[in-house]
């Protein structure tokens, strides 16, 4: 080979190398080099802030920067997730989202400021679990069927708490009314928190929460547990039947994971992937999840994605059937 020829195989080998670690490339590698905020769209108390504030800290410790929790909430989880649709898409503001603000808002709210598909990145689903029937230890029922009872008996008597308007603790009893034919009121809340607080004063007496957060209250006996919603009965909770035992078909489940704003560069993407991954794939981190009666997914940004497109299109049908419409 000539010399000339030599030095021009080197220089393009070169370039294709240069190509091949572009610029976002590189600079993923080197991220965060600052630190990153997690915008969690409830307030404190509920499953969405116990799991966005752990995974926040195991982030922490495995990129040795901080990784901040922010609590950006208000109208149904729909402020944050704007806040983080329109934020720079440099992996330094992420969503780590409960599905309601995913998958559901765009189907109740009229005109919310974001569109899920064109404005959020989904990067990893962390984790999956149903919610819990919750209730007062002295409201006078102790499972559905009574519940259901009571409700005919004395229609639109029955109050319920949820976080607010258009959550899954509110889409949760509404199906419940649509599937059992019955009138129970809704009270909204800003967020699970002060909700659930109202339900131990006994100024409410239901509430659907969290199955991580219903099990410290019913271990506690704070509350008392009636059903919940999984196609079949928890294993955490073995002793509560699921809804689906008196209303067959019924079935909610919730996720929570991360997601950033639309335009990240797919190296990023798979970089905070493939580190939150990592996590959940830990045994110890596993079995905390499962304590928890949660269940660990960690699935790719592309099934998450696709798994997202499902449940709008899931929530669309169960809303429209049950006519199911904001206070």
């Avoid at 440099?90 to 989202?97: N, V």
């Avoid at 002060?194 to 509430?207: K, R, S, T, Y």
């Avoid at 999984?230 to 689906?244: C, F, H, T």
Wanted: some cysteine; hydrophobic content about 45%; overall charge positive.
């Amino acid at each position: 080979m000539k010399q000339g020829q030599s030095h021009w195989l080197k220089v393009t080998v070169l370039g294709v190398c240069a190509m091949a670690l572009s610029p976002f490339a590189l600079w993923a590698q080197g991220y965060p080099n600052k630190p990153v905020k997690v915008i969690v769209t409830f307030p404190p108390g509920g499953t969405p802030d116990i799991y966005g504030r752990l995974l926040s800290q195991e982030l922490s410790t495995l990129w040795k920067q901080s990784v901040l929790v922010d609590n950006k909430t208000g109208a149904s989880g729909t402020i944050g997730t704007d806040f983080v649709a329109k934020s720079a898409p440099d992996g330094y503001t992420l969503l780590f989202a409960a599905d309601a603000t995913i998958t559901i808002a765009p189907n109740l709210f009229p005109s919310i400021p974001y569109n899920v598909s064109k404005d959020l990145t989904p990067i990893i689903n962390a984790a999956t679990g149903p919610f819990v029937l919750l209730a007062n230890p002295n409201f006078p029922v102790n499972d559905m069927k009574s519940l259901i009872s009571m409700a005919k008996q004395q229609p639109g008597k029955i109050t319920y708490a949820s976080s607010g308007a258009g959550g899954q603790q509110h889409l949760s009893m509404e199906t419940v009314k649509h599937m059992a034919d019955v009138n129970i009121t809704h009270v909204p809340y800003k967020g699970f928190g002060q909700g659930v607080n109202d339900v131990m004063a006994g100024h409410v007496p239901l509430i659907f929460g969290g199955i991580t957060a219903s099990l410290q209250l019913t271990k506690s006996g704070k509350l008392k547990a009636l059903a919940v919603t999984s196609a079949k009965r928890s294993k955490a909770m073995p002793q509560v039947p699921a809804i689906a035992e008196t209303l067959p078909g019924f079935r909610i489940d919730a996720w929570y994971g991360f997601l950033g704003p639309a335009g990240m560069p797919k190296e990023l993407v798979k970089k905070i992937h493939d580190d939150v991954a990592s996590i959940i794939k830990r045994p110890d981190f596993q079995a905390r999840i499962m304590a928890d009666a949660m269940e660990p997914v960690g699935n790719s940004s592309e099934e998450f994605a696709a798994q997202i497109a499902e449940d709008l299109n899931d929530w669309a049908k169960l809303i429209k059937s049950a006519q199911i419409k904001l206070d």
